[in-house]
């Protein structure tokens, strides 16, 4: 189904929930949809094999219902527009938006409560990312910082990041 953000009348209407095995397809589909955004050379999809093999709907299920991993969606009129997924609680392992709802907000959200949860699960206030290089803007907005150099693994390009959070 295409998403067209037009039509939503109040992006505030955007709701973020925890996402369920049920949400696998949707959330292989979306950020299969946003490969050129972090592919080393999109022409080539064939060098990111290994990556894509871990975005399947089934081993997106299986991150799901492994315990490893908690995701969070964000959901428009019905319509999955983004997903936030962190692994053991530190590292940010997923972050997309649906195209059409880019510079929206979204991803702060999506943020705001995956970190929240972590935090509460005994995330003592150290995250680590690898940015693709078009999100690093992103990432940096939300509080990252460049750890190293931009890397090519597996034909994802990346930047790894940290945020350390302070006590209140």
């Not at 209407?13 to 696998?24: K, L, N």
């Not at 983004?82 to 392992?93: A, I, M, P, T």
Request: charge should be negative; proline fraction near 7%.
């Amino acid at each position: 189904m295409a998403i067209d953000a037009p039509a939503m009348a109040d992006w505030n209407a955007v709701i973020i929930r925890e996402a369920t095995p049920m949400d696998a397809d949707a959330i292989s589909a979306l950020i299969h949809s946003l490969a050129r955004w972090f592919l080393a050379d999109p022409g080539r999809p064939e060098d990111a094999a290994a990556f894509f093999e871990t975005i399947t709907p089934a081993a997106v299920a299986d991150a799901l219902a492994g315990g490893r991993f908690r995701y969070h969606v964000a959901e428009a009129d019905g319509v999955m527009v983004g997903v936030v997924g962190v692994r053991e609680g530190r590292h940010l392992y997923h972050l997309f938006v649906a195209e059409p709802f880019h510079g929206r907000g979204i991803a702060g959200r999506l943020w705001a409560q995956a970190r929240r949860v972590a935090l509460e699960e005994g995330n003592p206030g150290e995250f680590t990312v690898n940015s693709s290089a078009s999100a690093i803007p992103v990432y940096e907005r939300l509080g990252f910082v460049p750890t190293g150099e931009l890397q090519v693994q597996n034909g994802i390009a990346f930047l790894p990041m940290r945020l350390t959070i302070g006590p209140s």
